[in-house]
C-alpha cells in the first residue's frame, strides 16, 4: 500500500470503495473474486489499499472494538500499537498530572497514544518516521475528529527538540525484519537515546517491552508493568512530574475498552515492604499471580494479601490454607500432591474419571503438549470422564511436583 493510493481512499469514490469491499467481506465473498470484481471499475492499486484495511481493521477489532471499523492501519502499525484500553488508562494519566499540558509523542504510529490523550484534553504532536504510517495517523486524527488538538508530522524521533513541550512520550521500535527486539539497547532508536530526550522534560513516559531487565530500569523511574484480561501486554517507564512514588507497580485492566469509553476497571499492586515471603509446605489453595505481578516482582505482596507462602523460593506460585480471592491471582483448590510421574498421573488421572484436563507449568522443563500426549489427552482427544481438572507442574528445590486442582469459580 503506498502513500498515493492510501489518499486515494479518502476520496467520494475511494470511501464508495471501501465500503464495497467491507460489504463483500461481511457476505464472506471470495477474496480472489472480490479483488477481480473491483478491479473492473478501480485502479488495481486502490482496489489493494481498500481490501488491505478491510482485513487489518478485521484484526484490530481485538485492540479497538467496534471503532476499528472507522480507523486506518498498517500490518506493522497495527502489531505495535497500544490497545484502547491500555491508552485510555495511560492518558487519564497524563490527564491527571499534565492537566492542559502539551506532549510530544516520539513515533506515534497509527496514533493510539495521541488520539487517547486528545480525547482526555491534552494536545499533542506526534512525529513519525515512516511516510505512510504517519498519513495513517493524521487519518486516524481526523476520523476521531480530533485535529484541533493533535497532529502528526513525519520526522526523525532523535532530532527533535522537546523543549517547549510538557511532556514526552515515547514508543521505540521493538519490531525488525527478523522479529521482536528484548535488548532495550536495540530499540529503535535505543532506549538510552529515547529517555536522554525525555529527561528534557518535566515529565515522560516510555513505553517498553514487558520483558525490560530490572536492571534496565532507571534510578529515578517508575516502572509498571500492565495486564488486560490476564494476559502481560507491556510496560512503561515513568518519569520526571509523571512518575509516582514507588519504584515499580503492576496494573491489570479488566478487560478491552473502545477509545470513546472511560476506561476499564483497573487495580494497581506497588510494594508494600521488604519481607521476603515465607516458604511453606503447601497448603489447601495454590494461587497463579498475573503475569504483570511476577514482572513487577511483586508475587511476595499477593503472598500477603492471601496469607500464605511460597513451596520452593524461586518460584512464583503462592500456597495457603485460606481462600481470600484477589484480582492479582487465579486461585486453585488443591486435591493432591504427589511426585511427577506420567504412569502414575496418567493412573490417577483415569481412576478420578477426568474428561477435560488444562496442564499449567512453572519451574519445570516438561513440555506440555507432550505430557497431554503421555496422558491421554492429546489433540483433541478428552478423557473418558465428566471432571475436569487442572494438572499443575513444578518443582520444590530439585524435586518434581504434580498437583492435581480444580479452579476455584470466580477468583
Known sequence: MDIAAFRALHTPSGQALLQEAAEADVREDGLLATASRLRERHDPPLVAAALTQVRLRKKARAKFGAEA????????????????SVAAYRAGRFADRLPAGRVLELGC????????????????????????????????????????????????????????????????????????????????????????????????????????PHEAVPDDAEAEWVSVGGDVKEAALWLGGLAGDVRRRATLLSSETHLSDRGPQVWTLTPQG?????????????????????????????????????????????????????????AYEVEDVMPFSVKRLRAELRRREIGVLTVKKRGSAVDVDRLRRDLGFGGRRTGRGARELTLVVTRVGRDPVALLTHAVPGS
Open 69 to 84: 471499523d472507522r480507523m486506518y492501519f498498517t500490518q506493522a502499525g497495527l502489531e505495535q500499537s497500544t490497545r484502547a
Open 109 to 212: 504510529g497509527i496514533g493510539a497514544d495521541l488520539i487517547a490523550r486528545a480525547r482526555a484534553g491534552l494536545a499533542g504532536v506526534g512525529v513519525e518516521l515512516d511516510p505512510l504510517t504517519a498519513e495513517v495517523a493524521r487519518a486516524n486524527v481526523a476520523a476521531f475528529g480530533l485535529d484541533g488538538l493533535a497532529s502528526v508530522r513525519v520526522g526523525d524521533a532523535t532530532k527533535e527538540d522537546p523543549s517547549g513541550f510538557d511532556g514526552v512520550f515515547a514508543d521505540p521500535g521493538r519490531r525488525t525484519a527478523r522479529g521482536r527486539v528484548f535488548d532495550p539497547r536495540s530499540y529503535e532508536p535505543p532506549l538510552d537515546v529515547v529517555l536522554a530526550m525525555a529527561g528534557q522534560t518535566p515529565a515522560a513516559c516510555v513505553k517498553v517491552a514487558p520483558g525490560i
Open 274 to 330: 521488604p519481607d521476603v515471603p515465607d516458604v511453606r509446605a503447601w497448603g489447601r489453595y495454590l494461587y497463579e499471580p498475573d503475569g504483570a505481578v511476577i514482572r513487577a516482582h511483586l508475587v511476595g505482596e499477593v503472598a500477603d494479601l492471601v496469607d500464605g507462602g511460597l513451596a520452593d523460593p524461586h518460584i512464583a506460585y503462592v500456597t495457603s490454607d485460606e481462600l481470600r480471592p484477589t484480582p492479582f491471582a487465579s
